[in-house]
């Protein structure tokens, strides 16, 4: 464990985006976090702010970098305990979380086949999408505060999950060391496998993976919450969705606006799934901001209508 200075960001988002960071540590073990913060609250960098990254799968980070400490969780254990509970230490990627769960006959995780980024980001996030979400299986989470330096278990309740939000998200000081799942034994390791291929196989043909990204740059819209216009116009062309709850997709509306393929310098709206922008062509972070700002202010015009972002933006 050591102490880098001025590392690229770029090099940790998926966005490929991203300033040098003042300083950043890969974490190994969750065991040597706390001792970590301690010295580091013993020298002169310790009011520095300080910010987690996962696999960086949900960050636009600027070009500018961040002024700050960035911690990385690298530690992956995931055992069984007894049959149907398994935990998993939050830097442990989903796709392996997946794999371990598939191989061992357990079934409850399948809708995230292919979903990017580390377990601490899920939770977090409470990620989801095909009907499923994190917050499904979760039994509790272990968390360090960075400010108390204490580590709490959060039950399911605690962690006040609901779309895209968690406890966590609103409380940035505490970083996830693991989480506990529970999971259903009604299914082969093959028909959970094939399950999960199928969500590989949707996603490779309905998101634009060529490319660099961030996934849905906007959350999709609930539908008690859409006026009448946009609601008129969701019914008609038959696109409201039921995951997890009524919606409708975000892509939809941008698509109307026809706003699909729209640039910027190098970024793009994509032009194979609209609620995705593209770094095509070396953007930078401030071409992907001013599409952002672009699409919210079409929509609020034409739909009045706030649009809110998925991604956290640092
Ligand atoms: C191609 C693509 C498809 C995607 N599809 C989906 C989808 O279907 N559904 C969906 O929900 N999301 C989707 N995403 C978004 C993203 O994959 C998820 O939000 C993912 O859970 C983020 O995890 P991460 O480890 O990459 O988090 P990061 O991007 O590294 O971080 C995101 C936030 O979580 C915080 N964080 C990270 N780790 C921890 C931790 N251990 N403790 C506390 N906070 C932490 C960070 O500080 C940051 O604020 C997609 C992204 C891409 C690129």
Redesign the pocket.
């Known amino acids: 464990m050591w102490l880098e200075k001025n590392r690229k960001l770029a090099d940790f988002t998926?966005f490929k985006l991203g300033g040098p960071a003042d300083f950043l540590v890969k974490l190994k073990k969750s065991g040597k976090l706390k001792k970590f913060l301690e010295w580091f609250d013993q020298t002169e960098r310790k009011n520095l702010p300080i910010?987690?990254?996962?696999?960086?799968?949900?960050?636009l980070i600027n070009d500018q970098g961040y002024r700050g400490l960035i911690v990385k969780?690298e530690f992956n254990l995931i055992e069984l305990l007894g049959e149907k509970i398994v935990k998993v230490e939050?830097g442990a990627m989903?796709t392996e979380l997946i794999e371990f769960v598939a191989n061992q006959g357990l079934a409850g995780l399948e809708w995230a086949g292919g979903?990017?980024?580390?377990v601490?980001?899920?939770v977090?996030?409470n990620?989801?999408?095909f009907g499923g979400e994190i917050k499904d299986q979760l039994i509790e989470v272990e968390a360090l505060n960075f400010k108390t330096k204490k580590v709490e278990i959060f039950e399911n309740q605690a962690c006040q999950f609901s779309y895209?939000q968690s406890f966590?998200k609103q409380n940035?000081e505490?970083?996830?060391l693991s989480a506990k799942f529970i999971f259903n034994q009604n299914k082969s390791p093959l028909e959970l496998k094939k399950i999960i291929s199928e969500k590989i196989f949707y996603?490779q043909n309905h998101?634009p993976?060529g490319y660099p990204?961030?996934?849905?740059i906007f959350k999709n819209i609930p539908l008690v919450q859409a006026g009448s216009k946009l609601k008129d116009l969701a019914e008609k062309k038959g696109v409201i969705k039921n995951d997890p709850f009524p919606l409708i997709p975000t892509a939809f509306v941008i698509n109307e606006l026809g706003l699909k393929g729209c640039r910027f310098g190098g970024a793009m709206v994509s032009d194979k799934h609209t609620n995705f922008i593209v770094n095509f062509n070396q953007a930078r972070t401030t071409d992907v901001v001013v599409l952002i700002n672009l699409i919210k202010t079409k929509v609020k015009n034409e739909f009045n209508f706030d649009l809110e972002e998925e991604i956290?933006i640092i």
Request: hydrophobic fraction near 35%.
């Open positions: 998926t910010l987690i990254l996962g696999g960086g799968s949900n960050l969780p939050s989903m979903l990017p980024g580390t601490g980001g899920a977090r996030g990620a989801g999408c895209r966590f940035p505490w970083l996830i996603r998101h993976l990204n961030a996934g849905s956290k």
